[in-house]
């Protein structure tokens, strides 16, 4: 059970459980200060009282005195007195009644009774039955009384309490699903047709997800579009400026390699948003296999170290030992090489990249993980940027990046594939200057 209905539930049944027993001691202090004599003790004091009338009344009326006067008695004494006749009925015809007190507990005493015309009556008394033990006066009955109280009040409470945390804990998983980027999920049946608060609710988040998948659909379906339609036109000035070419036109031969130069910062823009569009979509399934990340990363310094000019410090990769991994090979290289590139542009001709890693045992990445540092001896970002830095189009410095041919794509590219394997990924600056990119991953992708 969630912890809000634990709560829902202690707070109800103490509440109810203060109220039966506030409402208890009072009743019996009012009771113990109020009342002169015991309840036991009173009614037999009056029961005494009447019968010794009664009996005063046969002596001095007759039969008929006797009724009258029976009938004058207050129904709670009245019911546990009873005249017979010399033929054993009962002088008012309460026989069935006597029938059954006799069956029951209360103990009966009897008594002669002489008319002054000489006929003989009986007068058959019964004592109080005793209460019922749940009734009963005194400790042991207060006891008992909240005892069944807190039983029934805590059956309300559960009921009342699981009617309330339910409803919520649907909400809340869906909640939690929308936050995690599935805008497929739906409240759904059957909280979203209840006729309360709850129901409304959860209309309105089906509502909201709803339009948060059409939207979203409708931007991968534009992304799509207007990548698909710059390709065409940049094929055609490809094509164009190679016909120009051959012409043999000295004169314009530095425009047309201007053209050239920006066709492919074209072709890499529209490349790279369209490996967002798949990243972030997550259409694609990752196709696991076991590796060695130390080795990937290996290959992977090597390569990017030999394209490096010379006079600039090589990247050093701090890794040792065997890192096993079972996750997207492929998938892992890109987002590693998307960092290295991106550290390589922002160190400029000083270099001093390092890469690292280390396995570690961290609850939040599950039974253990891997850590992975790319740092670079820049200038580093400020406090304010690190957070945003992984956002498609980001730019901390929109003319560097102008100036370098960025687009602000690589690190968002390199988020979104470490979010889609269960990792995290998060930005630092260092103490000794230069940007830190620290990468988890966990060290078993689930399929």
């Known amino acids: 059970m969630p912890r809000l209905f634990w709560k829902l539930f202690f707070s109800l049944w103490l509440s109810i459980m203060a109220f039966a027993v506030v409402v208890s001691w009072i009743n019996q202090t009012v009771r113990t200060q109020n009342t002169i004599e015991e309840p036991a003790v009173a009614f037999e004091v009056n029961l005494n009282r ?7 009344d046969m002596r001095e009326g007759g039969e008929e005195q006797l009724k009258r006067s029976m009938r004058n008695i207050p129904r709670g004494i009245r019911n546990h007195i009873y005249i017979l006749n010399a033929r054993g009925h009962e002088v008012l015809g309460r026989d069935r009644e006597l029938q059954k007190l006799r069956r029951s507990r209360a103990g009966m005493t009897s008594r002669q009774m002489d008319s002054p015309d000489g006929r003989s009556f009986t007068m058959v008394t019964a004592g109080r039955m005793p209460p019922r033990a749940l009734l009963e006066p005194g400790p042991r009955g207060i006891g008992l009384r909240l005892g069944v109280a807190a039983v ?11 009617y309330l945390a339910r409803p919520l804990g649907q909400l809340s998983y869906a909640s939690r699903k929308l936050a995690t980027g599935d805008l497929s999920v739906r409240v759904g049946a059957p909280l979203d047709q209840r006729r309360d608060e709850f129901g409304q609710l959860a209309l309105d988040m089906d509502e909201m997800a709803g339009r948060l998948q059409s939207l979203q659909q409708a931007n991968r379906r534009l992304l799509r579009d207007v990548s698909h339609e710059l390709r065409s036109p940049l094929a055609r000035l490809r094509v164009a400026l190679e016909i120009a070419r051959n012409k043999d036109q000295s004169t314009v031969a530095e425009e047309l390699n201007r053209i050239e130069l920006e066709s492919e910062r074209l072709e890499t823009l529209i490349n790279e948003v369209l490996s967002l569009l798949r990243e972030s979509s997550g ?57 290295l ?31 992975i540092r790319v740092s670079d001896s820049g200038p580093g970002i400020a406090e304010t940027h690190l957070k945003e830095v992984f956002e498609p189009f980001y730019r901390v410095d929109e003319s560097r990046n102008r100036h370098s041919g960025g687009h602000g794509l690589g690190l968002a590219i390199a988020a979104s594939a470490v979010r889609r394997h269960g990792g995290k990924i998060s930005a630092s600056n260092r103490k000794g200057g230069g940007l830190e990119v620290s990468v988890v991953l966990p060290i078993k992708q689930s399929a």
């Open 283 to 339: 259409s694609q399934e990752l196709h696991l296999q076991r590796f060695d990340l130390t080795e990937l990363l290996e290959d992977l310094v090597e390569n990017v170290n030999y394209e490096i000019l010379d006079g600039v410090e090589p990247i050093v990769l701090d890794v040792s030992t065997p890192l096993p991994m079972h996750a997207d090979r492929e998938l892992l290289w890109r987002v590693f090489e998307n960092l």
């Open 152 to 162: 029934i009040s805590a059956l309300v409470s559960f009921l009342l309490a699981k």
């Open 50 to 56: 009447f019968k010794a009338r009664l009996a005063r």
């Open 341 to 371: 590139r991106n550290a390589l542009i922002h160190s400029g001709s000083s270099g001093g990249i390092r890469v690292g890693a280390e396995i570690l045992t961290d609850p939040d990445v599950g039974k253990g993980g891997i850590k």
